[in-house]
């Protein structure tokens, strides 16, 4: 079984910063791709931000420039710093990870989701 654990998120003011984590664990022989999702309610889940296991990265048109995913692979997490922060940042973020696990099933797992606001 694998988890995923965000934190991070929280309540902040318009050109403000957070740093989102999550951290996987479990049965995990190998992660792929990792990523940022957000959902606001009525509104369907939108990728922020995805990272794969050499590096590289994409970004949501709406948050280049602003928002900066990592990842460490030793300690199987992955960060999601947000900058310059807007109302409209505002939803559930949620962690994601592509994961093959020691039995050699490759699995699409999901934290829990944290709550980011921004409002003055």
């Known amino acids: 079984q694998v988890q995923l654990v965000e934190s991070g998120g929280g309540l902040v003011q318009p050109g403000g910063s957070l740093r989102l984590s999550c951290a996987a664990s479990g049965s995990i022989f190998s992660i792929y791709a990792m990523g940022w999702y957000r959902q606001v309610p009525g509104k369907q889940r939108e990728l922020v931000a995805h990272?794969?296991?050499?590096?590289?990265?994409s970004y949501a048109d709406s948050v280049k420039g602003r928002f900066t995913i990592s990842r460490d692979n030793v300690k199987n997490t992955v960060a999601l710093q947000m900058n310059s922060l807007k109302p409209e940042d505002t939803a559930v973020y949620y962690c994601?990870?592509?994961?093959?696990?020691?039995?050699?099933?490759?699995?699409?797992?999901w934290g829990q989701g944290t709550q980011v606001t921004v409002s003055s």
């Open positions: 994601n990870a592509d994961i093959r696990d020691w039995d050699g099933v490759d699995l699409v797992s």
């Open positions: 990272i794969t296991s050499g590096g590289s990265t």
